[in-house]
C-alpha cells in the first residue's frame, strides 16, 4: 500500500512538471543541457517549488527505502544541479583562502547554501539552502577556481538537513533540521581525481563489498552541473557516495537507537590507548582532531567502549580472548571485508594505512568496522609502491603490507586472524567471492551500463582487466598453500 502511494505520488508529480520537457517531448535531463535550458528549468521550478517539495517529502517519507534504492541505482542517470548565488561562492572562497593562509590547509568545514535540484527518471526535484563544504583528505582538497580563474572538479559533501544560523525555535530550523531527501541527510561527492579511464573503479568497490556482506556505503554514477546565480559554470561526472553517519546506521543495521560511532583517522587501529586525548569530538576552532573521532551522541563523552577494545585486545589471552572476540566483535564481517579487500586491491586501508574505516558499537558494545573508502583499488590511484607490488599482484594474502614509514601495529586484524578457525574462514571468503562476485563480467556489466547513460556526453575506455585473471590466479595458488600447509602441521 505504501509503495502504490508513493508512486501514485510520483506520477502526479511527473504529471504537474510536464511543462519543463522540451516542445519536441525530449527531456532537458536526458540530453546535455545548455545554459537557456538549465535556466528555463530553475526558473519553472522555483515557481513550484513549494508544491513539489511538499509533494516529494511525502513521497519519500511513505516508503523511503523506494526512494534510498532509486537515487543509488546503477541502470538510472542522475544528475544534480548545484546552484550558488555568486555573493555565497564569493565568500566560501575567501573563507577557505583566509583558513589556508592560517593553517595550510582547505580543511575548513563551515556549510554555505546552494540550491540543490535533482533529476532521475524525467523527474525533477528542488531542494533549498542546502549545506554545501569541500570534502576529502588534506591534500584532496582544493579551491573550485583554479589559478587562471577556470572553475575545477572538487570533491564536496552535501548536508540536507543543515541549519546554519537559523533561530532553533524557528519554523524554518524545524523544517531544515527534521529534512532527508530519500532517506539521506549527507551525499557525498567526488570527481575522478584518479584518472580511471572508465569511470567504475571506486563504484565497483563499493558494491562488491555491500555484495560480499559487508556494511560498506553506497554509491553511482552521477553528473554533476555547477551554476552560478543560473548560469552553468562547469559539469562534470561524479561518484555519488552514501555518507557513514547515524542515518546509515539506522538503515544498515536496522535500528532505531544509534550507538557509538567512531571515524579513525591515519592509524587509528585500536593500538592501546592510553592517552585519553586520541578519542575525542573535533573542534575545529582549536585545530584539533582526534585519531578516533566520534560521529554519532556527540553529547556524551564517554569513550569507555573503545578504550575497551584497544585494552582487552592487548591484555587478554586464550579462552578470555575467544569469547571476548565472538561477544564483542563482529568478526565474520571484519573478515569478509579484509578478503574482498585482497582482491580489489585495496592500499589504504585498516591493515596498510590505519584508516578509512569506521568503528561502531551498538548499544550492547557489540563492534563492527565499516570501510569508508574504495579511492584506491584495481591498480588505480595511488599504487602504494614500493610497500605494493604490482598492483598488489605480488602481496601475499595475510602479510597485506604497510608503508615503511608507519609505526603503528593492526591488533585486531593480528589478534583475529591467530586463530585457525579464522583463517580457514577467511580464506573461504576469498574463494567465494571469487567464484561468485569478484568477476571480470561483472565489473563490465556496470561499466557497460554506466556507459549506455552517461557515454555521450563523458568519455568511458575500458581498462587493463588482465587484473582480474591475475588476482583470481594468484589468490587461488595462495589459498592452496596455507591450506597445504595447516594439513601437514
Not at 576552532?285 to 578516533?292: E, G, M, R, V
Not at 553529547?299 to 575497551?308: A, C, F
Not at 609502491?385 to 593480528?414: C, K, V
Request: glycine share 4%; net charge negative.
Amino acid at each position: 500500500m505504501k509503495t502504490f502511494k508513493r508512486f501514485t505520488i510520483i506520477l502526479l508529480l511527473a504529471t504537474m512538471l510536464f511543462v519543463l520537457q522540451y516542445a519536441s517531448s525530449e527531456s532537458l535531463w536526458l540530453n546535455q543541457p545548455n545554459s537557456d535550458d538549465i535556466i528555463q528549468t530553475i526558473e519553472t521550478l522555483q515557481e513550484r517549488s513549494k508544491e513539489i517539495q511538499e509533494l516529494m517529502a511525502e513521497a519519500l517519507q511513505t516508503d523511503p527505502d523506494a526512494g534510498y534504492k532509486e537515487l543509488f541505482k546503477l541502470d538510472e542517470k542522475h544528475t544534480f544541479v548545484i546552484d550558488f548565488k555568486q555573493t555565497t561562492l564569493d565568500q566560501m572562497i575567501a573563507d577557505l583562502q583566509q583558513y589556508y593562509s592560517i593553517y595550510g590547509t582547505y580543511q575548513l568545514n563551515t556549510y554555505y547554501p546552494v540550491n540543490v535540484y535533482y533529476q532521475v527518471n524525467d523527474t525533477p526535484v528542488l531542494f533549498t539552502d542546502v549545506g554545501f563544504r569541500l570534502t576529502g583528505s588534506t591534500d584532496e582538497r582544493r579551491l573550485p577556481i583554479n589559478d587562471t580563474n577556470d572553475w575545477q572538479d572538487i570533491h564536496f559533501l552535501l548536508k540536507f538537513n543543515e541549519t546554519f544560523d537559523t533561530t532553533m525555535t524557528s519554523q524554518t530550523y524545524i523544517r531544515l533540521k527534521t529534512r532527508e531527501f530519500a532517506g539521506i541527510e549527507e551525499l557525498i561527492f567526488r570527481y575522478n581525481s584518479n584518472n580511471d579511464p572508465s569511470h567504475s573503479k571506486t563504484i565497483f568497490g563499493h558494491q562488491m563489498a555491500r555484495k560480499a556482506g559487508v556494511n560498506a556505503p553506497n554509491a553511482t554514477y552521477t553528473e554533476v552541473v555547477f551554476t552560478v546565480d543560473e548560469t552553468i559554470v562547469h559539469q562534470s561526472l561524479y561518484t555519488m557516495i552514501e555518507q557513514i553517519d547515524e542515518e546509515f546506521i539506522r538503515r544498515q543495521f536496522d535500528v532505531d537507537d544509534v550507538g557509538n560511532l567512531y571515524e579513525a583517522n591515519d592509524g587509528a587501529t585500536l593500538e592501546l590507548i592510553s592517552d585519553p586525548t586520541v578519542v575525542g569530538i573535533k573542534d575545529e576552532s582549536i585545530f584539533y582532531t582526534p585519531l578516533y573521532e566520534r560521529r554519532s551522541n556527540e553529547e556524551h563523552l564517554d569513550y569507555t567502549d573503545i578504550i575497551d577494545v584497544s585494552t582487552n585486545l592487548h591484555t587478554l589471552e586464550g579462552a578470555a580472548l575467544q569469547v571476548y572476540l565472538d561477544t564483542h566483535i563482529n568478526v565474520d564481517a571484519f573478515l569478509r571485508m579484509s578478503a574482498m579487500h585482497i582482491l580489489l586491491g585495496h592500499v589504504d586501508d585498516y591493515r596498510s594505512y590505519g584508516r578509512n574505516v569506521y568503528y561502531y558499537f551498538d548499544e550492547s558494545n557489540y563492534m563492527t568496522v565499516i570501510p569508508s573508502s574504495y579511492t584506491n583499488i584495481l591498480g588505480v590511484g595511488w599504487t602504494g609502491e614500493p610497500t605494493f607490488i604490482n598492483n598488489t599482484l605480488g602481496n601475499d594474502i595475510y602479510e597485506w603490507g604497510q608503508p615503511m614509514w608507519t609505526t603503528f601495529s593492526t591488533p585486531l586484524w593480528d589478534t583475529i586472524i591467530a586463530d585457525e578457525s579464522n583463517q580457514e574462514l577467511y580464506e573461504s571468503y576469498l574463494i567465494e567471492f571469487l567464484d561468485t562476485l569478484f568477476t571480470q563480467d561483472a565489473f563490465m556489466n556496470q561499466y557497460l551500463k554506466a556507459k549506455s547513460l552517461y557515454g555521450d556526453t563523458y568519455s568511458f575506455q575500458i581498462p587493463n582487466l588482465g587484473y582480474f585473471s591475475n588476482k583470481a590466479l594468484i589468490v587461488r595458488d595462495q589459498v592452496a598453500y596455507y591450506e597445504q600447509q595447516r594439513s601437514t602441521e
